[in-house]
C-alpha cells in the first residue's frame, strides 16, 4: 500500500471515496430528473420534493417499524413505492392533460407543485427537524487509506449506486418499456401512431423518475437533518447535472453527477476555504467547451 | 356606467375598512410580529412565537394591561428581507400597531429596525443574530432580545482560551451568521489566547447535505479543536456526519448552539457524545423551581419541551406587557423610557436590558454533549454558566461601534 499512497496520498483516496458515496445520490436524483425531462420533456422542479418527501415518509416508516438501527430497511424498501404512488396521481390528475404545453407553463406548474409539497409536509410533519437513524450494520466507521476514518454507511451508498446503474440500463435497455421511451423520446407522435398507448408509456416512465427521486430521499436520509427546504439546494444541484451531461440522457446525469461529486469532494481537499465554488467552476468549463452537454442531448 | 358605479361601491368599501380599523384597535395594544413561518427556520421561530403567546395569554387573563388587552398579529416574510419589510411597513401603515417584533433572519431584523427608526415604532428582535442589530446599525428604537454573534463568540472563547488547544482548524456555514459567529469566536479567542493558531479553513454552502467530505478532509489536516460556524439544519447535519465519520471521538469541536435542544432532539440517542457548545436556555438546567415551572407550563401547553427560543419568545412578551405597565401609557417614547434597565424574574432567574444598547443580558451556557437516562435524547452536561458581565460587549465599545 505504501507505494500506492506516494503516488496517491491517502487523503486524496479517500477524498475520491467521499465524492463517489455523494455523486450516488446526486446521480440517482438527476437521473429520475432526466428520464422525465428526455421522454416527457417536463422540467419538474417538483422533483427535489420528491427527493424531500422521501426522506420524510423514510421517517415515518422507520418509526412505524420501531425506529431502531433496522427500522431503516423497511423505509428503504417501502419508501419509493410511496412516491411512486404519490407521482402516479399526479400524473393522472395533472400532467396527462398537459403534455402539449409550453415549456415554460410546464416549468410554472412544476414550481407550483413544489411550493404545494413544501406546504404540505409542513402540514403533515410539521417544523422539527427529523432524524432517520442509520441502520445498524452501516453504523459508525472503519479506518480505510492511512487509518483515515470512513463511514461505513458511506461505503453502503458506493454499493447501492452502480446496482442502480445497473437496474436503469437494463430497464432503458433491455425491456420494452425501455425501448419504447426511448423511441417516444424522439418522436412521440410516430409513437403513438404506430398503435401503443403514449399517454401510459408517460406514465410508466414519469413514476419511475419520482421513484428515484424518493429512492435519493430515503437514502440521504441517514446522513442528514431531514429538514423543509432540503429539495431546494438539491434540486438546483440536479438540474446542473442534467445540463452539463446532456438533457434527458441518464448516461450523461451520470457523468455529471461524478463531475459534480468528484470536484466537490477534490476541491475541498486542494483549496478548503473555496471548495464550494469549484463544482460550479466544473459546470462552466463544461459549458463553455460543450454548450449542449456532454453526451448526446435527446432534445 | 355600472362598471364604474361599482368601482366606486368597491372604494367606499375600502375607505370605510380604513377608517373603521384604527379606531377599532384603539382599545388594545397591538403586536405586529414579523418572522419566518415556512422552511428550516420554522423549527426555531414556532417556539418564539408560542413562548409569546404563553406569556400574552396570561396577562391577557388577568385583564390585561393599562385595561387593554394585547393583541397580536402574525405575517410570514418567508425568509426574505423585502417581504419582510413590505410585511412591517402594512402592519405599520395599515393594522396601526403599536409595537413590532420578531425575525430570524439578520437581514430582515436590519430592513424592519430601519424602517422602526423611521416610524418611531419599537421594535424587539426575537431570534436575528447579527451583532449590527445593536451594534453599527443600533439606535433608540431597537431592542435585541437574544444573544448576538459577538455575544455568542466572547462567551465560547471566554471558556475555549481556558483550554489547552493550540492549533485550530474554523469552518461554516458560507453566509453572514457563520462568518460572523467564526470571526467573533476567533477574534476574541485570539485576544483572551495569544498563542492559539489557525492552521485552515473550509466554507461550505448554507444547507450543505453532505459533511462527510469536509470532515475527512479536516481530519487529514488535524488539528487540536475546531470551530463549527454552522446553523439551522446546518448544525444536525454536521452533527450526523460527525458520528458517522466518528470526529467527535477524534478532534473535540465546538458549534454555537451545539447543546440545545434545537439541535439534539432530533437527533434522540444517536446524536455524538462530546461535543461543546453554548446556548442560552436549556430547560432543564439551572434546575431551579422557576425554570421547572415555565418548562412544565410550556409542556402542558404545546406538548414538547420549550427551546431556547421559547425563552426570548417569552421574555419578550412579559417585556412589552411590564414595559407598558410602567410607562402608564401607550406610547412609543415612554415604553422605551420604562424598557431601559427594566429587570425581570425569569425563567433563569432576573433578566435586564441594558440601557445603553437595548441589549437583553443573557447568561450563556457553555456545555457539552452527553447522554441521560431521563431523556430519550442528549443533554448538555458539565455546564458552566458564563455570566453577562465576563463576556458582554461593554456599552462604550457598542456605542462606538454606532459612531462609525
Same mark, same amino acid.
Given at each position: 500500500?505504501?507505494?500506492?499512497?506516494?503516488?496517491?496520498?491517502?487523503?486524496?483516496?479517500?477524498?475520491?471515496?467521499?465524492?463517489?458515496?455523494?455523486?450516488?445520490?446526486?446521480?440517482?436524483?438527476?437521473?429520475?430528473?432526466?428520464?422525465?425531462?428526455?421522454?416527457?420533456?417536463?422540467?419538474?422542479?417538483?422533483?427535489?420534493?420528491?427527493?424531500?418527501?422521501?426522506?420524510?415518509?423514510?421517517?415515518?416508516?422507520?418509526?412505524?417499524?420501531?425506529?431502531?438501527?433496522?427500522?431503516?430497511?423497511?423505509?428503504?424498501?417501502?419508501?419509493?413505492?410511496?412516491?411512486?404512488?404519490?407521482?402516479?396521481?399526479?400524473?393522472?390528475?395533472?400532467?396527462?392533460?398537459?403534455?402539449?404545453?409550453?415549456?415554460?407553463?410546464?416549468?410554472?406548474?412544476?414550481?407550483?407543485?413544489?411550493?404545494?409539497?413544501?406546504?404540505?409536509?409542513?402540514?403533515?410533519?410539521?417544523?422539527?427537524?427529523?432524524?432517520?437513524?442509520?441502520?445498524?450494520?452501516?453504523?459508525?466507521?472503519?479506518?480505510?487509506?492511512?487509518?483515515?476514518?470512513?463511514?461505513?454507511?458511506?461505503?453502503?451508498?458506493?454499493?447501492?449506486?452502480?446496482?442502480?446503474?445497473?437496474?436503469?440500463?437494463?430497464?432503458?435497455?433491455?425491456?420494452?418499456?425501455?425501448?419504447?421511451?426511448?423511441?417516444?423520446?424522439?418522436?412521440?407522435?410516430?409513437?403513438?401512431?404506430?398503435?401503443?398507448?403514449?399517454?401510459?408509456?408517460?406514465?410508466?416512465?414519469?413514476?419511475?423518475?419520482?421513484?428515484?427521486?424518493?429512492?435519493?430521499?430515503?437514502?440521504?436520509?441517514?446522513?442528514?437533518?431531514?429538514?423543509?427546504?432540503?429539495?431546494?439546494?438539491?434540486?438546483?444541484?440536479?438540474?446542473?447535472?442534467?445540463?452539463?451531461?446532456?438533457?434527458?440522457?441518464?448516461?450523461?446525469?451520470?457523468?455529471?453527477?461524478?463531475?459534480?461529486?468528484?470536484?466537490?469532494?477534490?476541491?475541498?481537499?486542494?483549496?478548503?476555504?473555496?471548495?464550494?465554488?469549484?463544482?460550479?467552476?466544473?459546470?462552466?468549463?463544461?459549458?463553455?467547451?460543450?454548450?449542449?452537454?456532454?453526451?448526446?442531448?435527446?432534445? | 356606467?355600472?362598471?364604474?358605479?361599482?368601482?366606486?361601491?368597491?372604494?367606499?368599501?375600502?375607505?370605510?375598512?380604513?377608517?373603521?380599523?384604527? $379606531?377599532?384597535? +384603539?382599545? %388594545?395594544? !397591538? *403586536?405586529?410580529?414579523?418572522? @419566518? =413561518?415556512?422552511?428550516?427556520?420554522?423549527?426555531?421561530?414556532?417556539?418564539?412565537?408560542?413562548?409569546?403567546?404563553?406569556?400574552?395569554?396570561?396577562?391577557?387573563?388577568?385583564?390585561?394591561?393599562?385595561?387593554?388587552?394585547?393583541?397580536?398579529?402574525?405575517?410570514?416574510?418567508?425568509?426574505?428581507?423585502?417581504?419582510?419589510?413590505?410585511?412591517?411597513?402594512?402592519?405599520?401603515?395599515?393594522?396601526?400597531?403599536?409595537?413590532?417584533?420578531?425575525?430570524?433572519?439578520?437581514?430582515?431584523?436590519?430592513?424592519? $429596525?430601519?424602517? +422602526?427608526? %423611521?416610524? !418611531? *415604532?419599537?421594535?424587539?428582535? @426575537? =431570534?436575528?443574530?447579527?451583532?449590527?442589530?445593536?451594534?453599527?446599525?443600533?439606535?433608540?428604537?431597537?431592542?435585541?432580545?437574544?444573544?448576538?454573534?459577538?455575544?455568542?463568540?466572547?462567551?465560547?472563547?471566554?471558556?475555549?482560551?481556558?483550554?489547552?488547544?493550540?492549533?485550530?482548524?474554523?469552518?461554516?456555514?458560507?453566509?453572514?451568521?457563520?462568518?460572523?459567529?467564526?470571526?467573533?469566536?476567533?477574534?476574541?479567542?485570539?485576544?483572551?489566547?495569544?498563542?492559539?493558531?489557525?492552521?485552515?479553513?473550509?466554507?461550505?454552502?448554507?444547507?450543505?447535505?453532505?459533511?462527510?467530505?469536509?470532515? @475527512?478532509?479536516?481530519?487529514?489536516?488535524?488539528?487540536?479543536?475546531?470551530?463549527?460556524?454552522?446553523?439551522?439544519?446546518?448544525?444536525?447535519?454536521?452533527?450526523?456526519?460527525?458520528?458517522?465519520?466518528?470526529?467527535?471521538?477524534?478532534?473535540?469541536?465546538?458549534?454555537?448552539?451545539?447543546?440545545?435542544?434545537?439541535?439534539?432532539?432530533?437527533?434522540?440517542?444517536?446524536?455524538?457524545?462530546?461535543?461543546?457548545?453554548?446556548?442560552?436556555?436549556?430547560?432543564?438546567?439551572?434546575?431551579?423551581?422557576?425554570?421547572?415551572?415555565?418548562?412544565?407550563?410550556?409542556?402542558?401547553?404545546?406538548?414538547?419541551?420549550?427551546?431556547?427560543?421559547?425563552?426570548?419568545?417569552?421574555?419578550?412578551?412579559?417585556?412589552?406587557?411590564?414595559?407598558?405597565?410602567?410607562?402608564?401609557?401607550?406610547?412609543?417614547?415612554?415604553?422605551?423610557?420604562?424598557?431601559?434597565?427594566?429587570?425581570?424574574?425569569?425563567?433563569?432567574?432576573?433578566?435586564?436590558?441594558?440601557?445603553?444598547?437595548?441589549?437583553?443580558?443573557?447568561?450563556?451556557?457553555?456545555?457539552?454533549?452527553?447522554?441521560?437516562?431521563?431523556?430519550?435524547?442528549?443533554?448538555?452536561?458539565?455546564?458552566?454558566?458564563?455570566?453577562?458581565?465576563?463576556?458582554?460587549?461593554?456599552?462604550?465599545?457598542?456605542?462606538?461601534?454606532?459612531?462609525?
Amino acid at each position: 500500500m505504501d507505494i500506492v499512497y506516494s503516488v496517491l496520498p491517502p487523503q486524496f483516496l479517500s477524498q475520491v471515496l467521499v465524492g463517489l458515496s455523494r455523486t450516488t445520490i446526486l446521480f440517482i436524483v438527476a437521473s429520475g430528473l432526466s428520464l422525465i425531462l428526455g421522454v416527457l420533456r417536463i422540467p419538474n422542479v417538483a422533483h427535489g420534493s420528491l427527493y424531500m418527501i422521501g426522506a420524510f415518509v423514510s421517517y415515518s416508516i422507520a418509526k412505524l417499524f420501531g425506529g431502531g438501527p433496522s427500522s431503516y430497511w423497511w423505509a428503504l424498501l417501502i419508501t419509493p413505492f410511496v412516491i411512486a404512488l404519490i407521482s402516479f396521481v399526479v400524473e393522472r390528475g395533472v400532467f396527462q392533460f398537459l403534455y402539449e404545453r409550453e415549456h415554460l407553463m410546464l416549468l410554472l406548474l412544476t414550481f407550483a407543485f413544489s411550493l404545494v409539497f413544501g406546504d404540505l409536509v409542513k402540514l403533515i410533519w410539521g417544523v422539527e427537524y427529523k432524524s432517520v437513524p442509520v441502520p445498524g450494520a452501516f453504523q459508525g466507521f472503519v479506518p480505510l487509506f492511512g487509518g483515515i476514518p470512513f463511514p461505513l454507511y458511506n461505503l453502503f451508498l458506493l454499493c447501492v449506486g452502480p446496482v442502480v446503474a445497473l437496474i436503469l440500463w437494463f430497464i432503458v435497455n433491455k425491456t420494452k418499456i425501455g425501448k419504447i421511451s426511448r423511441a417516444a423520446a424522439v418522436d412521440r407522435e410516430m409513437v403513438g401512431a404506430v398503435g401503443i398507448n403514449v399517454s401510459w408509456v408517460f406514465a410508466t416512465v414519469f413514476v419511475i423518475g419520482c421513484l428515484l427521486a424518493g429512492l435519493g430521499g430515503v437514502l440521504v436520509a441517514p446522513t442528514v437533518s431531514v429538514t423543509l427546504g432540503m429539495d431546494h439546494t438539491l434540486i438546483i444541484e440536479a438540474f446542473l447535472i442534467v445540463i452539463i451531461g446532456g438533457l434527458g440522457n441518464i448516461w450523461g446525469a451520470l457523468l455529471g453527477a461524478l463531475i459534480f461529486g468528484l470536484s466537490q469532494s477534490l476541491g475541498i481537499l486542494l483549496w478548503p476555504k473555496f471548495g464550494i465554488v469549484i463544482p460550479y467552476l466544473a459546470v462552466v468549463v463544461v459549458l463553455l467547451i460543450k454548450p449542449t452537454g456532454l453526451l448526446k442531448s435527446t432534445w | 356606467m355600472c362598471i364604474q358605479r361599482l368601482f366606486a361601491l368597491f372604494l367606499c368599501f375600502v375607505a370605510t375598512f380604513i377608517f373603521v380599523l384604527p $379606531s377599532y384597535g +384603539a382599545s %388594545k395594544i !397591538k *403586536i405586529g410580529i414579523v418572522d @419566518t =413561518y415556512t422552511g428550516p427556520a420554522t423549527s426555531y421561530t414556532q417556539d418564539v412565537l408560542d413562548g409569546f403567546k404563553l406569556a400574552i395569554d396570561k396577562v391577557n387573563a388577568q385583564g390585561g394591561v393599562l385595561k387593554r388587552k394585547i393583541e397580536y398579529t402574525t405575517r410570514d416574510e418567508k425568509f426574505k428581507p423585502d417581504i419582510g419589510l413590505a410585511m412591517a411597513k402594512e402592519l405599520v401603515m395599515k393594522e396601526k400597531v403599536d409595537v413590532l417584533m420578531g425575525t430570524i433572519n439578520s437581514g430582515t431584523a436590519l430592513a424592519v $429596525s430601519d424602517l +422602526a427608526k %423611521k416610524e !418611531k *415604532i419599537p421594535f424587539f428582535v @426575537t =431570534y436575528a443574530k447579527s451583532e449590527k442589530i445593536i451594534g453599527e446599525k443600533g439606535h433608540k428604537y431597537v431592542f435585541n432580545m437574544n444573544e448576538n454573534t459577538e455575544m455568542a463568540g466572547r462567551a465560547a472563547a471566554y471558556v475555549l482560551s481556558k483550554k489547552p488547544y493550540i492549533k485550530y482548524w474554523i469552518c461554516g456555514d458560507d453566509y453572514e451568521y457563520g462568518h460572523a459567529i467564526a470571526e467573533a469566536t476567533w477574534k476574541n479567542l485570539q485576544r483572551l489566547n495569544p498563542k492559539v493558531q489557525k492552521i485552515g479553513e473550509s466554507w461550505w454552502k448554507v444547507g450543505e447535505a453532505d459533511f462527510a467530505p469536509y470532515i @475527512t478532509q479536516i481530519m487529514g489536516a488535524n488539528p487540536d479543536f475546531i470551530i463549527v460556524a454552522t446553523g439551522g439544519a446546518g448544525m444536525v447535519n454536521f452533527q450526523k456526519a460527525a458520528k458517522a465519520t466518528g470526529l467527535n471521538t477524534k478532534i473535540p469541536f465546538y458549534q454555537h448552539t451545539a447543546n440545545e435542544l434545537g439541535t439534539l432532539l432530533p437527533q434522540g440517542k444517536d446524536a455524538p457524545e462530546g461535543v461543546y457548545g453554548t446556548s442560552h436556555y436549556l430547560f432543564y438546567f439551572p434546575d431551579t423551581p422557576a425554570n421547572k415551572a415555565f418548562s412544565d407550563e410550556f409542556m402542558k401547553t404545546y406538548k414538547r419541551y420549550p427551546k431556547a427560543s421559547a425563552l426570548v419568545g417569552y421574555m419578550t412578551g412579559r417585556f412589552i406587557a411590564e414595559g407598558f405597565k410602567k410607562a402608564g401609557k401607550v406610547n412609543a417614547d415612554a415604553l422605551i423610557k420604562a424598557l431601559e434597565g427594566m429587570t425581570l424574574d425569569s425563567p433563569i432567574g432576573p433578566l435586564s436590558i441594558r440601557a445603553c444598547d437595548h441589549q437583553l443580558e443573557l447568561p450563556t451556557y457553555f456545555g457539552v454533549t452527553k447522554k441521560d437516562p431521563k431523556y430519550d435524547f442528549l443533554v448538555s452536561g458539565d455546564n458552566i454558566v458564563v455570566s453577562p458581565k465576563d463576556f458582554m460587549p461593554t456599552c462604550e465599545e457598542v456605542l462606538k461601534l454606532r459612531k462609525n
